[in-house]
């Protein structure tokens, strides 16, 4: 029973976002690298949760397209994660679905940009498919592997969260990187020529 518990805990805090479960994933692959967990199903609820969650969120957004987008854009940051990703969506497609899985706070505006975009359901699901299957491995992976090479459930556990940090740290690094380039060539960007001011020949002659 305990182990099926487990396994609903698993579940259970990977399906919603915003819900702190690492240290939970990486405990989950040290008990399987202990032989208290089955590897495989690990990886599959880890994934399959997660997995459902996304799906959730794009049909949410794509069934309340309006009402999503004008609360995201009731906040100026809420706004330009909303931009950024939906142009990036649009431009790259699956590998970007894939690739904003890994960046803070990318799970959730992947797949309310993909919704409200009315971007295609398959090409939705391959590419959170992929990148749910990729987050799992590598989660739960740096908990088993580190196990198997330290030796030590502890230490195991302290590399797994230590190696999720320096990841999360240049991922965010990054994104910010990446909108502050886009930020500035927003700026530097040439407007609209101004109107060029009527030549005194082109004026009508006065009454």
């Known amino acids: 029973m305990a182990v099926l518990a487990f396994y609903a805990l698993l579940a259970l ?6 819900v702190p479960n690492s240290a939970l994933l990486v405990s989950a692959g040290v008990l399987a690298s202990r032989g208290a967990l089955f590897l495989p199903l690990v990886l599959l609820t880890v994934a ?10 794009f049909l949410a957004a794509r069934r309340f397209g309006a009402p999503v987008r004008d609360w995201m854009r009731r906040n100026p940051r809420r706004r330009a994660l909303l931009d950024w990703t939906s142009l990036r969506i649009e431009r790259y497609g699956v590998p970007f ?17 993909s919704g409200v ?14 990148a749910e299957a990729t987050w799992a491995a590598y989660s739960v992976g740096l908990g088993y592997l580190g196990s198997a090479t330290a030796g030590r459930p502890l ?15 240049v991922a965010t ?20 020529p101004c109107p060029r001011p009527p030549d005194r020949s082109e004026l009508p002659d006065p009454p």
Request: proline share 9%; charged share 10%.
């Open 173 to 192: 690094a990054l994104q910010w990187a990446s909108r502050r380039r886009a930020a500035r060539r927003a700026a530097t960007a040439p407007g609209p």
């Open 155 to 169: 230490y195991a556990a302290a590399i797994g969260l230590g190696v999720s940090c320096a990841v999360a740290a």
């Open 13 to 18: 805090t990977t399906l919603p976002p915003f």
């Open 48 to 57: 399959g949760s997660a997995l459902t969650g996304d799906l959730l969120m």
């Open 117 to 130: 975009l009315r971007y295609p359901l398959p090409k939705y699901l391959l590419g959170a498919g992929i």
């Open 97 to 113: 679905v894939i690739a904003v899985r890994f960046l803070p706070s990318g799970r959730v505006a992947g797949a309310l940009a």
